[in-house]
């Protein structure tokens, strides 16, 4: 008998597999699901991107170099350039979107069996991609009646062992739409520094912040060889299926070892490296537009939360997600009540139960996350409709 | 002070950022540099391709399904019924190029500490993927002299341990340019089915063959849980920049593993995956017109290659790259000569030496590879100018 590895088996099936038959046969009985349940926007692409496209004329598609195409890794200079941070081409490599940097700087930080300390709830994919590599995250719980706010430094240093090798943060934070404050960065850095480990600072959704200014980690230069960045033009230019990100330090053997890894795999995809050119170049316009929408959006989603009876959430402060504490003891049920005995004039609401974004067992059953990816007027009604749904679930 | 893991210190460097500042340097002399170094071929990618590319019509560009986009999956399933292969869409995912298949498959059957057999030469990344998924490859060596052929089954048995998981294939083979005869082909199966291994076959070049037809593993349907198979559109349709391969295996549990870790990455690149489609659905013509290119090439290179006294290689039956025997102990040496201090009529030319190809030290020094990635009047040139060099090397 043929088996798959320990480490294959260790993944999780992502629970939206699960959902995705109940989805199909509520919308077979026509009945139609808002989908506020993953990070995939329906806002257009810039323009931009299809001038960046054209600007591909050879009637090859060779390998892009492992650093990148020159003119795309300069975009992203140019991009760091504008917030304050002077890279230089050798301290940033285009990546396979944010999700690859993820893979790539933990296999550079940490081998099997080191520690990585993350913050939970985060984004699910940590955990897929530390069982595949086979490092240990360990986790410190947010909770979120507080705000999902960090705990004292002695709480964080508490977990660390000789075998921690790095923190990683989230910020803008994917599930809870939280940002760090100056004070919790300022914590943090002291905290690496101090113990000798890499942060891994995911900032993919660094501009889309609604009442403060983008930050980065790379802006502490009294620790540069301790931060990496990893990026995305995913969320900011509202285009995840391009598969573009980016990974930066300061840090020239750590940028090494990515180079190493970025060579065997060979390259990120041409044609996007391309388009991503212009969208990096008007980033500061771009980036606005985007964040003005997504915080109307973040208006009405927390809005309507909060006009639920029992139901318990902070407004967020950047990102596209809000996790919502429901006077209900498992949420996954009643997702699938609403994907299966219920709608409303014929529509339904498709929410993520929270607990998969934890990694202690047990934390965020009753607890939701929503992606506010879906155009005011669709917003609106969807929060209606949860609304009823969470009520008529309750009865 | 901060390290990088012990995985990133074992990648080793590729040999092509070695040479590299030698060639701009050249360069800069104004010699011209043939580069006949890596698979990153001159020709055209197929109309077809723009094709499909324009066939995606939306102004979002959002993550494409884990699994595939529905049409492009479907492609993959339509070009593989061609050759006599039946699967369905849940046998196959479309992968970031047959990279990210190497490593997904990697990961998908072995643990840290477990055992991959290999034949060496063989293609350089399988080295950098486990070392960065932390599996062990025990290398049979072949020899040239043999005309890279297998050994007989009990010198492969015998290297099978408790912890052997899987023996890798190349076929049609970077770098040799072998293929496996049917006998082979027979053989490895017998012995993956007995010793309950998996085969991982890398089948990027099927099409690139000069005197015989296609083959795939994946028509031993005595063997299909055993059967694991890599493919690429980069070899077969002239695009490496594009990004997209696949892994397909009708082993249902080992497809899972790979569902899941390709959920935790998200998706391949939504655009190319839309060029792809035409491109998978007019495989026999498309192939047939780069095989046929790719003939007259090995003619070429390899006859050049014949009249260079001392040096020994054999005809490549294929793919695009052929070993070739120097009487020479150290090709890094030449190659070094050939950029810093060889030129004929300001033109000079790269070629990779072998010794990165083994895994074992020590062998492949008097080696090198030659990629017929340009054009034939290109390649003639080239080819003059290796002799001449060679040549001038030795004198």
Known sequence: ???????????????????????????????????????????????????????????????APSTGIREHTEAWVKYYKRIGIKLEPKNIIPTVGCAEAILLAMMAVADPGDEVIVFEPMYTSYKGFASMS???????????????????????VKKITKRTKAIIVINPNNPTGSILSKKEMDMIVRIAVKHNLYIIADEAYREIVFSQ??????????????????DSISKKFSCPGTRIGSVASFNEDFMRAILKFAMVRLSAPTLEQYGAIPLLLNAPRLTKEVTKEYKKRR??????????????????????????????????????????KFSYKNKTVLVTPAEDFYITKGLGRNEIRIAYVLNTKALKDAMDILQRGIRNFLM
């Open 134 to 156: 086979n490092i240990t995250l360990v986790p410190i719980t947010l909770k979120i009646e507080n705000n999902f706010s960090l705990p004292d430094e002695s709480e964080i």
């Open 213 to 230: 200014k983008p930050t980065t980690f790379l802006s502490y230069i009294n620790a540069k060889e301790n931060i990496i960045v990893l």
């Open 1 to 63: 008998m043929l088996h798959v590895s320990h480490r294959a088996n260790s993944v999780l099936a992502s629970p939206i597999r699960k959902f995705l038959p109940m989805v199909l046969d509520a919308e077979k009985k026509g009945i139609h699901v808002y989908k506020i349940n993953v990070g995939d926007p329906d806002i257009f692409v810039p323009k931009e991107f299809w001038r960046g496209l054209k600007m591909y004329k050879e009637k090859t598609i060779g390998y």
């Open 299 to 340: 208006d009405i989603v927390y809005k309507g939360l909060k006009k639920i009876p029992g139901v318990f959430c902070t407004e967020p402060k950047g990102a596209l997600y809000i996790i919502a504490k429901l006077p209900i003891a498992n949420a996954e049920g009643l997702v699938e009540f609403l994907l299966k």
